[in-house]
T-cell receptor
Framework: DTEVTQTPKHLVMGMTNKKSLKCEQH?????MYWYKQKAKKPPELMFV???????INESVPSRFSPECPNSSLLNLHLHALQPEDSALYLC???????????????FGPGTRLTVT | EDQVTQSPEALRLQEGESSSLNCSYT??????LFWYRQDPGKGPEFLFT???AGEEKEKERLKATLTKKESFLHITAPKPEDSATYLC?????????????FGQGTTLQVKP
């Protein structure tokens, strides 16, 4: 099973709202990722968690706050977003260098976020 | 600076007309090259990983190859259901996870 699940599928929020995106995997992966994808562009890396610790933050604004409660779950907390933050938010997971020689990342279906 | 370039940006084929997509890269330390397929509004679907020059992988009508500077995704006798955007990505960097750097993608349309 190579499934990564994400909820919700669609989210519309105002600029003053607080919302959260959720991601879950049960492949035993110890690395999890958040990406942002705008229309007709490739995914852009936002955050990387390795063994439930934040290892990479690609200079993402603080209105995006990631959280990794355990090895299977990844959250992205959203607050005071701007309309330009509207995009497809993708979660991915993979093995790490220390657990496997295979690093392929498996992506979830994404959450389509619209900020009004 | 690490860079991944895909060509062409868009490709239109007739059903059964074989072709190749190109992914050229310049990276300081290649840990792996990945091909993904992405349908509109969905997450990328993993296709292949290539780790060393000369390596080849096949899956149905798709075959991926890797040299020291580029990778090709060959599509043999494509069908309309092969229409999608194909993304190439390279894994670079140190540490336990590294970073994926994506190319801009090739949008393939296969007409019946």
């Amino acid at each position: 099973d190579t499934e990564v699940t994400q909820t919700p599928k669609h989210l519309v929020m105002g600029m003053t709202n607080k919302k959260s995106l959720k991601c879950e995997q049960h492949m035993g992966h110890r690395a999890m990722y958040w990406y942002k994808q705008k229309a007709k562009k490739p995914p852009e890396l936002m955050f990387v968690y390795s063994y439930e610790k934040l290892s990479i933050n690609e200079s993402v604004p603080s209105r995006f706050s990631p959280e990794c409660p355990n090895s299977s779950l990844l959250n992205l907390h959203l607050h005071a977003l701007q309309p330009e933050d509207s995009a497809l938010y993708l979660c991915a997971s993979s093995h790490t260098r220390s657990t496997s020689g295979k690093y392929e990342q498996y992506f979830g279906p994404g959450t389509r976020l619209t900020v009004t | 600076e690490d860079q991944v370039t895909q060509s062409p940006e868009a490709l239109r084929l007739q059903e059964g007309e074989s072709s190749s997509l190109n992914c050229s890269y310049t990276v300081s330390g290649l840990r792996g090259l990945f091909w993904y397929r992405q349908d509109p509004g969905k997450g990328p679907e993993f296709l292949f990983t290539l780790y060393s020059a000369g390596e080849e992988k096949e899956k149905e009508r798709l075959k991926a190859t890797l040299t020291k500077k580029e990778s090709f995704l060959h599509i043999t006798a494509p069908k309309p259901e092969d229409s999608a955007t194909y993304l190439c990505a390279v894994l670079t960097g140190s540490g336990n996870t590294g970073k994926l750097i994506f190319g801009q993608g090739t949008t393939l349309q296969v007409k019946p």
